[in-house]
């Protein structure tokens, strides 16, 4: 069992060649750049940077960067596989990095000229033969599955839309990832929670439509001019609101949202934006600022062992710092990205800076059901507490505690920590049948 790490959720290097003499293919490229960090080769590493990457991720950012996902994730162990994407001027290499207590998507963005313009650290999953939950491989009788894709503006992401046996029209959830580039299973190790609470909730009689994020499908191309939550998370779920009304096996008067974690803490205003939506459900959604929230976990991680090295302290000052600047009355738009938490811009947090979750769901007028895992250590109870203090006195607001769930929702002993999420679980039966009965109430 992992005994303490950061868990990275998202680690984001900005946008910034490879030179004319590198005559790779941008596979092989990657792979040998990856091998350049582990050597820990840091100056023939930056030659394959365009000018822009060469500023902002010089020499000793680089080393501080692939040092710190060391302390977090452990040894590098090796690569499990290459895969690329192309977009646009842009080529995406994804090269699985296998580490002792972590599997990572080492993401290299490649330009026109086969310079590296970008740099992306996200969960990846597991080899293929560690990442099968026994028994929940296959879709459970009696469901169909459609493949059906969010087409907004220039980006399209693929999606499922699960649906009940039977003929509909069906109520209908929309599943909101939290943070970082997930897929549409909101994959972490060998466990899927939105597959289970999508075959679940169909079994009992509620469509659900999970579908790729954006970060996911497009990583840091998926932003232009600024990076907001509103071009993260929010602009699809309301692309995916109209995709879903306009489809005849759902019902386009019960259509629901439930955000996860991140998804949760912006469903209040994905409630202020969505017309006709029936109801909202919240997962381990945080009430508090994000990067309180950053801090708070990583505190937790260091100490899990009683004991906070030498290494892990001078990550907690960074992240410290890096807090305090978001708080900071002089974070502006120039504010470099990497004196900020996660290595977002600046525009990023000052969206989210005036953001209150619950005091902005006090204005949404429709139902919620708000959930939350007792050992949930990356959104604690305390925030499910700000919930109820702030909507409980509605009637149309329900609220469920699970004290042996983690942030998963998946069943777990002992202390929390980030190992667990690499035990493969499923989803509880309570909280699907909770949710399942709840949209029931809602529609009758």
Known sequence: MLKKYFWISLLVVLIGSTPAYMQDDNETAAQKFVDLLVAKDYETAILTFDPKMKEVLPVGKLRELWESILSQCGPFK????????????????FVTGVFE???????????????????FFAPGELPKDANKNAGADSLPRGLTEQAVAIKNQDWTLPGTLTLPA??????????????????????????????????????????VFRY???????????????????EETIDDVLAGITLLRNRKEINSKQIFILGHSLGGMLIPRIGTQGRDVRGFIVMAGSCRPLEDLILEQSVYLASLDGNTSAEEQTALDLIRKQVANVK??????????????????????????????ALVAQNVKKPFLILQGERDYQVPVTDYNIWKEKLS??????????????????????KPNPGEYFTPGHLDEKVIKDIAGWVQRIIR
Request: net charge positive; proline share 7%.
């Open 328 to 357: 900071s009355a002089d974070l502006s738009s120039s504010t470099p990205a990497t004196d900020l938490p996660l290595n977002s811009p600046a525009s990023y947090w000052l969206d989210l800076r005036d953001y209150n979750p």
């Open 78 to 93: 090796g690569q499990a596989g290459v895969r690329k994407q192309a977009q646009q001027q842009y080529t995406i290499v």
């Open 166 to 207: 039977g003929k509909g029209p069906f109520p209908v959830v929309i599943l909101v990832h939290g943070s970082g580039p997930n897929d549409r299973d909101e994959t972490v190790g060998p466990n899927k929670p939105f597959r289970d609470l999508a075959w679940g909730l169909a079994k009992r009689g509620v469509a």
């Open 212 to 230: 790729e994020k954006r970060t996911k499908v497009y990583g840091n191309l998926a932003f232009k001019d600024k990076v907001t939550v509103q």
């Open 101 to 119: 207590k972590a599997v990572l998507d080492i993401q290299v963005v490649y330009n026109d000229q086969n310079e590296i313009s970008g740099l």
């Open 393 to 414: 006195k509605r009637k149309d607001v329900e609220f469920k505690l699970y004290p042996e769930l983690n942030h998963l929702f998946i069943p777990g002993e002992g």
